[in-house]
């Protein structure tokens, strides 16, 4: 059973970047496609941005710009690069497999 451990969250200024990292126990070559969720207070839980085996990224509109999905084969990490943060992207960032699983999230705060 993969297992994935997010890491990278914290409290930013708006307009401010901050990068997440998704490692993995197993080498992410044998994964088909893996994404970044988020969930915000009270909200559901939406898909942020995915990548497939082949680096193949594609966004939700609300990131499109501003956020960027990464993987490094070799760490066995994915990462998601966020900039431009805004109050609005606060929330708690989930890792996920196509596999099924996910991570214990990391939260990141947009706040002056």
């Known amino acids: 059973q993969v297992q994935v451990v997010e890491s990278g969250g914290g409290l930013v200024q708006p307009g401010g970047s901050l990068r997440l990292s998704c490692a993995a126990s197993?080498?992410?070559?044998?994964?088909?496609?893996m994404a970044w969720f988020r969930q915000a207070p009270g909200k559901q839980r939406v898909q942020v941005a995915t990548i497939t085996r082949a680096s193949v990224a594609a966004y939700a509109d609300f990131v499109k710009g501003r956020f960027t999905i990464s993987r490094d084969s070799a760490k066995n990490t994915v990462y998601l690069q966020m900039d431009s943060l805004q109050p609005e992207d606060t929330a708690v960032y989930y890792c996920?497999?196509?596999?099924?699983?996910w991570g214990q999230g990391t939260q990141v705060t947009v706040s002056s």
């Open positions: 996920w497999t196509s596999g099924g699983t």
């Open positions: 197993i080498s992410i070559s044998d994964i088909n496609v």
